[in-house]
Every structure is written in C-alpha cells, then in structure tokens.
C-alpha cells in the first residue's frame, strides 16, 4: 500500500487563480478518522473524496498499488475501489452508496450538504461523446506521469495496461492473452500517446461545447452543489493531465473551485 503527496494551488488555500474557496460546511473531525481506499486516478474513488471534502470531513486517503488484490479483497471480497472504513462502520464499497451514507448522517456534519442528481442527460451523452479520445488521451499519461501512487511500481504499471484496453478493442478481447500479447498492449499504449496530436482537437472542440452546458463555477446544474457535480468533476480532473488540452474558462474555473472546496487536486504539474 502505497502514499503520496500531489501538489496543487489548492495546498495553498486557493484555487488557481488565487482566489479563495469559502467551506460550505463547518469542519468535522473524528475519532477513529474515516479511511477510504483508493486509486488516484479512478473517477469512482474521486467522487467519495470530492463529497467528503465538500462536507468538510477530515478523513486519510488511503492509496492501494495497482496490482495489490489482496487487500480490497481481505475487506470486500474482490478487487473494487473506493472502500470506505470508519470504525464499525465498513467495509463499505460503491462510491455512490458511500456518499449516501455520509451525506445523510448527522455524525458527517450537516446532512443534504449535496443535492441528489438532477437527471440531466446531456453530461451523459457529452461523456459518452468524448470516451474514445479521453482514453486515447488520458489512459497512456496515467502510467507514463510520475505521481500516481497506484503506478509507482511497474507491476501496478502492468496491471492497469492489462486491465484497462483502447479502442478498437473490447475488453474480454484486449484481456484475452491469445488475442493480443502484453508487450503488443504496451506498444499500442506508447502509440496512443504519440499520437496525441490526433485526439486533441477532437477533445478541444467538445470542451467549447461543455463550457455552455456548466452552470457556473460553483454548481453544473442550477440549485448547487449535487451529485451532477460529483460524478462530472471526478470525470474531468484527468484531463489537466493532458498537455495541450484546450480547457474554456468556465470550465477551468469549474476544476479549480471544486479542487478546493473537495480538497482533491488537479493534475497540471503532472501534465504530459
């Protein structure tokens, strides 16, 4: 089990652009201190962090290596992240389940602190639309950066090329050893990142289009902080890993605000 340190202007109590985040909960302090397990790249572990940072509740990131099975499974029977732990309570896996749970009990500070999902489609579709060049794009740089604690060993390096295929592939396809070796996943991998050039525009071209559909800075959907933002911000975070990536200025300041408010840094410093 591995730990580390990312550094954003968020350690300074500000966002980006050096303007200050208000808490919109009053710190909430523990004992035992809750633990969530997590990888720092995954958008699912993202979201449990985020929502305890938005209720303001001190809590210990824990970060497993990629390839460790052993110890999600020694507490939830497989391989899954996040896992949520406090006390007697936990086990508890599914991001969406977690936050549930510490947004609706009082010991977690004020309760309803994030709106339910507004059951807007249209960050679904423009999620669905930039799948292909977000993979093409992000999954390369999440093994290449240096900084992600779950790849700080090459077996997590292995691990996650194995387990995480690009298109064209499937991924029983892609997992399927006689289909496809690792050292020729591996390959595609670096070729994927060299063509950069290729994917980017594309991903550009669709943040313009995102920029209309956010909110504001501080809420996606109009009436405030809800699981919209929850699942949309954990999505976007891995795209300050891509150099080049042509952000709009709602949207920047979209990442920034809630980098602070949720305590979760973005990745720029990291970026290739």
Not at 95 to 117: C, F, K, Q
Not at 159 to 173: G, I, M, R, S, T
Request: with cysteine; glycine share 6%.
């Amino acid at each position: 089990m591995l730990a580390a340190v990312l550094v954003s202007a968020s350690a300074l109590g500000m966002t980006a652009t050096g303007a200050s985040v208000a808490p919109v909960a009053p710190r909430t302090v523990l004992t035992p201190t809750p633990k969530v397990y997590v990888y720092d790249h995954c958008p699912f572990c993202v979201r449990v962090r985020l929502a305890l940072g938005i209720k303001n509740v001190k809590h210990n990131v824990e970060f497993m290596a990629n390839d460790d099975v052993d110890t999600p499974t020694a507490m939830v029977g497989k391989k899954i992240a996040p896992i949520f732990v406090h006390g007697d309570v936990g086990p508890m896996p599914e991001s969406l389940d977690i936050i549930e749970y510490v947004d609706s009990n009082p010991a977690y500070g004020p309760t309803g602190v994030i709106r339910p999902a507004s059951g807007r489609t249209d960050f679904k579709a423009w999620q669905k639309k930039v799948q292909t060049p977000m993979r093409m794009l992000q999954r390369p740089r999440y093994v290449k950066a240096v900084g992600f604690p779950e790849f700080a060993q090459r077996d997590g390096r292995t691990a996650f090329v194995k387990n995480h295929q690009l298109p064209p592939y499937e991924k029983p396809d892609w997992k399927d050893d006689s289909v496809i070796s690792q050292h020729q996943r591996e390959y595609l991998y670096e070729q994927a990142l060299a063509q950069s050039d290729k994917y980017l525009p594309e991903l550009n071209e669709a943040f313009k289009e995102l920029e209309a559909m956010i909110h504001s800075p501080e809420c996606a959907t109009e009436g405030g902080i809800s699981i919209d933002d929850i699942d949309l911000w954990a999505r976007l975070r891995s795209a300050t890993l891509i150099k080049g990536v042509e952000i709009p200025p709602k949207v920047r300041a979209y990442l920034d605000y809630f980098a602070e408010l949720g305590d979760v840094p973005l990745y720029d410093t990291m970026a290739i």
